[in-house]
C-alpha cells in the first residue's frame, strides 16, 4: 500500500504473506496443502536446470515444497529476514543450523540458560562430532567476549531463556560477534516474531519451535529458521537435503493457521501472564515469581526495549520445595501437566524432574533451576478460570 511504503502491518503480513491465489494456486483463498512428494518437470531440461539449482521450482518436498514456501516467506517477512526454512521440529531447526554454520568441527560460544533439548544437543551429541561448547552466563558481556577462539563458528542465545525467563541483550551480544566475524543465532521461540524481532537487534540468523506459539494449538512438532538467504540455500541443498529433517505439507499448513491469530494470541497470553503473575506475587504460599512483565525482573527495562508485550511464560518457587511443588502440580484440574508450552491452554510442569532432568544437580543449578521451580505456560482461557484453577490446587497443598 502506497501510504505505507509497500509494507503491511505484522497483522495483516500473518494472514497474507507470501501467497497470492491467482498467482500461486487456482485462486484457493486459503493456503493450499501440496501434500505431494514430488512435482513434474515440463522436460528433461527443465529437469536438468532445477537439479543445476539454475532455475527455482519444486522438485521433492524433501527439499522444498509450495505449502512451505508460503510459510516460509511469509516468517520472514514477520521476521524482517531474506528468506526462511521450515523443518520437522525445532530441534532439527536447531541442529541444521549448527551443523551448517559449524562446517568442519569448531566451537560454539552459547548462554548457559537455554531449552533442555537445546543444551543436550550442544553439550553431549554435537561433541561426538567434533563441535564444543562453552557455555556463558549471557549478561556477562566479558564472558562471551573470553570464551571465542579462533576455533568458534558461531554465537547462540534464547531471550527469554527457557525456563528462567532471563532476558539477553541481543544488541550486545550481535555487537561482540560481529567484531570477530562470527554470526550472532537467536531462538525466538517465546517470544515470536509478533513480540520481537532479533534481526532489528543484529541478529543474523533466527530458528523457532513452531510446535509453540506459531502452530499455538499444541497439534504438531515443527520448526524454522530465517536467515540470509545464501546461507539458507546452503542448508536446504546440503544438510537438509541429506539429512532429511523436512517438515510435513500438512503440518506446516497448520502452522500457516497458527500464523494467522498469532498476533491476538499473543496479547492475550501476554495479557493474562502478566495478570497471574501480579497475583501470584502476591500470594503467600509463593516465594519469588520470574516474569519479564513484573518491575521485580532484573532485565524488566530491557524486555521493554526488546519486546512489544511479555509473553505468556512465566515460573515461580513455591514455599515448601520439592515436595509442595509436586503437591501443586497433582492438584490442578484445568491446568495440563505435560512438557510442552505456547499452547493455547495453560499448562504446567515441574522442569527439574522433566524437561531439564537429563542435566546433572550441577548443571541445573547453573542453569538456574531450582527444585521449587514451577514452570507455566499461560494460555488463553478466561483469566478467572485459570486463576481460580491455580487457588483451588494451592488450597490443596500441605493439607
Ligand atoms: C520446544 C523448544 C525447542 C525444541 O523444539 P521442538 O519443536 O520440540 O523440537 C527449542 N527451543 C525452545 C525455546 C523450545 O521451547
Not at 522436460?43 to 537439479?51: I, K, W
Not at 534464547?158 to 525467563?165: A, D, F, I, K, R
Not at 514451577?374 to 488463553?380: A, F
Request: proline residues 4%; hydrophobic residues 40%; charged residues 20%.
Amino acid at each position: 500500500m502506497s501510504s505505507r511504503e509497500g509494507k503491511y502491518e505484522f497483522e495483516t503480513v500473518a494472514l497474507h504473506g507470501g501467497y497470492s491465489p491467482k498467482k500461486d494456486s487456482q485462486s484457493s483463498r486459503a493456503v493450499p496443502i501440496y501434500q505431494s512428494t514430488s512435482f513434474v518437470f515440463n522436460d528433461a531440461e527443465h529437469a536438468a536446470r532445477l537439479f543445476a539449482l539454475e532455475e527455482a521450482g519444486n522438485i521433492y518436498t524433501r527439499i522444498g515444497n509450495p505449502t512451505h514456501d508460503v510459510f516460509e516467506k511469509r516468517v520472514a517477512e514477520l521476521e524482517g529476514a531474506e528468506a526462511g526454512l521450515v523443518t520437522s521440529s525445532g530441534m532439527s531447526a536447531i541442529h541444521l543450523t549448527a551443523i551448517t554454520l559449524a562446517e568442519g568441527g569448531g566451537e560454539i560460544v552459547a548462554s548457559k540458560y537455554l531449552y533442555g533439548g537445546t543444551y543436550h544437543l550442544f553439550a553431549e551429541t554435537l561433541a561426538k562430532y567434533g563441535i564444543k561448547t562453552n557455555f556463558v552466563d549471557p549478561h556477562d558481556f566479558d564472558a562471551w567476549e573470553e570464551a571465542i577462539n579462533e576455533d568458534t563458528k558461531f554465537l547462540y542465545l534464547e531471550s527469554p531463556g527457557n525456563p528462567t525467563l532471563d532476558i539477553v541483550d541481543i544488541e550486545k551480544v550481535a555487537k561482540i560477534a560481529h567484531q570477530h566475524g562470527l554470526k550472532l543465532v537467536v531462538d525466538n521461540t517465546f517470544c515470536t516474531p509478533y513480540l520481537s524481532q532479533p534481526i532489528k537487534f543484529g541478529a543474523d540468523i533466527v530458528v523457532h519451535s513452531a510446535t509453540k506459539y506459531i502452530g499455538g494449538h499444541g497439534s504438531s512438532i515443527g520448526g524454522i529458521i530465517l536467515g540470509p538467504a545464501d546461507f539458507l540455500l546452503k542448508a536446504r541443498t546440503e544438510g537438509y537435503r541429506d539429512i532429511g529433517p523436512a517438515a510435513s505439507p500438512f503440518n506446516t499448513w497448520l502452522f500457516i493457521q497458527g500464523l494467522e491469530s498469532l498476533a491476538l494470541r499473543m496479547d492475550r497470553h501476554s495479557e493474562n501472564a502478566l495478570k497471574v503473575a501480579k497475583w501470584l506475587e502476591e500470594h503467600p504460599q509463593v516465594e519469588w515469581v520470574r516474569y519479564p512483565g513484573l518491575e521485580s525482573h532484573p532485565q524488566h527495562d530491557l524486555a521493554k526495549k526488546q519486546q512489544r508485550a511479555f509473553g505468556g511464560m512465566l515460573c515461580f518457587g513455591i514455599k515448601g520445595g520439592i515436595k509442595a511443588g509436586k503437591e501443586l502440580i497433582n492438584n490442578v484440574e484445568l491446568c495440563s501437566l505435560l512438557a510442552n508450552v505456547g499452547d493455547a491452554r495453560t499448562l504446567i510442569i515441574h522442569p527439574a524432574s522433566t524437561t531439564h532432568e537429563q542435566l546433572s544437580a550441577q548443571e541445573q543449578s547453573e542453569a538456574g533451576i531450582t527444585d521449587n521451580l514451577i514452570r507455566l505456560s499461560v494460555g488463553i482461557e478466561n483469566i478467572d478460570d485459570i486463576i481460580a484453577d491455580l487457588e483451588q490446587a494451592f488450597n490443596k497443598v500441605n493439607s
